[in-house]
């Protein structure tokens, strides 16, 4: 019961979108095209606007101007049940009751195909199941959240997400706290998610060298809007790197995967040069 995307339409659109908070604009009169079927990354400095953007193309924060379009249709317009069965989203750092155990809060992934009329399913078991086992969860299905580890809690949201069956997935910062191996682990995962049920994925991270070996599309934000946006083979420069996050680097050739390796040059490696 996985979902394909076959469409080769934008998956996301903004027009002319500015979001803001408090009347403080963090993004301005942005146009931008999310591919469907694609991994995309959004890269930048801590305050540029990479989880703004993403809330707004969640819709959980209104635009000033301008609007979200999913499939064609104001996302504005939709019902919250119609958003939620296309788009799922994990927000950074999620927070759940005490003593809420995995199985109860992937379930919860299922309440946007239910009503008064259909309440919980054999369908919703699969895909609950289909949750579980993807992201290798069964075994702590029954496992209060707050006894597991980072890894194993960031999985346990990932299923939740997998479980609303959503052909477009939304994660801020889903490997921040973790260590490296949970990373890979988890972006590993996404990797699989997309090459094998073609989920759109959009993920901000703040891990170039991670981004540009997952992602399809690669998009800098600087200064609340789209500094450049492409392949990674064609965006990831040390002009760029310069220019939106403000340090020198090297961009080299990753051995392994053959996508560009940023390696920054701190006061310690400049010094070094000189002697």
Same mark, same amino acid.
């Given at each position: 019961?996985?979902?394909?995307?076959?469409?080769?339409?934008?998956?996301?659109?903004?027009?002319?979108?500015?979001?803001?908070?408090?009347?403080?604009?963090?993004?301005?009169?942005?146009? +931008?095209?999310?591919?469907?079927?694609?991994?995309?990354? +959004?890269?930048?400095?801590?305050?540029?606007?990479?989880?703004?953007?993403?809330?707004?193309? &969640?819709?959980?924060?209104?635009? +000033?101007?301008?609007?979200?379009? #999913?499939?064609?249709?104001?996302?504005?317009?939709?019902?919250?049940?119609?958003?939620?069965?296309?788009?799922?989203?994990?927000?950074?750092?999620?927070?759940?009751?005490?003593?809420?155990?995995? $199985?109860?809060?992937?379930?919860?992934?299922?309440?946007?195909?239910?009503?008064?009329?259909?309440?919980?399913?054999?369908? /919703?078991?699969?895909?609950?199941?289909?949750?579980?086992?993807?992201?290798?969860?069964?075994? #702590?299905?029954?496992?209060?959240?707050?006894?597991?580890?980072?890894?194993?809690?960031?999985?346990?949201?990932?299923?939740?997400?997998?479980?609303?069956?959503?052909?477009?997935?939304?994660?801020?910062?889903?490997?921040?706290?973790?260590?490296?191996?949970?990373?890979?682990?988890?972006?590993?995962?996404?990797?699989? +998610?997309?090459?094998?049920?073609? $989920?759109?994925?959009?993920?901000?991270?703040? /891990?170039?060298?991670?981004?540009? $070996?997952? &992602?399809?599309?690669?998009?800098?934000?600087?200064?609340?809007?789209?500094?450049?946006?492409?392949?990674?083979?064609?965006?990831?420069?040390?002009?760029?790197?310069?220019?939106?996050?403000?340090?020198?680097?090297?961009?080299?050739?990753?051995?392994?995967?053959?996508?560009?390796?940023?390696?920054?040059?701190?006061?310690?490696?400049? #010094?070094?040069?000189?002697?």
């Amino acid at each position: 019961m996985s979902v394909t995307i076959s469409s080769t339409e934008p998956a996301l659109t903004t027009r002319q979108l500015t979001l803001a908070y408090d009347r403080a604009i963090v993004i301005r009169d942005l146009d +931008l095209v999310i591919p469907a079927g694609q991994i995309t990354a +959004l890269v930048g400095p801590n305050g540029c606007g990479k989880s703004t953007l993403l809330r707004g193309l &969640a819709r959980l924060l209104k635009p +000033l101007k301008g609007t979200v379009y #999913l499939d064609s249709a104001s996302i504005f317009r939709l019902s919250t049940k119609e958003v939620a069965k296309q788009l799922g989203i994990l927000p950074q750092s999620p927070t759940a009751p005490e003593g809420l155990t995995v $199985r109860e809060l992937v379930a919860q992934g299922r309440y946007p195909h239910q009503s008064w009329l259909q309440q919980w399913s054999a369908e /919703d078991d699969r895909f609950l199941e289909q949750a579980l086992a993807i992201t290798g969860m069964v075994e #702590l299905a029954n496992r209060p959240l707050d006894t597991l580890s980072g890894g194993q809690r960031q999985r346990a949201w990932i299923a939740m997400t997998l479980a609303q069956n959503t052909p477009i997935l939304l994660l801020d910062e889903p490997t921040t706290f973790l260590d490296l191996a949970h990373q890979i682990e988890i972006l590993d995962l996404l990797y699989e +998610l997309n090459q094998t049920e073609g $989920r759109t994925i959009v993920m901000v991270l703040h /891990d170039l060298n991670q981004a540009c $070996r997952y &992602a399809d599309h690669l998009i800098a934000v600087r200064n609340g809007g789209v500094y450049v946006q492409g392949i990674p083979s064609n965006i990831m420069t040390e002009t760029m790197v310069q220019e939106v996050f403000g340090i020198e680097s090297r961009i080299v050739h990753d051995p392994v995967t053959h996508t560009p390796m940023c390696i920054p040059i701190s006061r310690k490696a400049r #010094l070094a040069e000189l002697r």
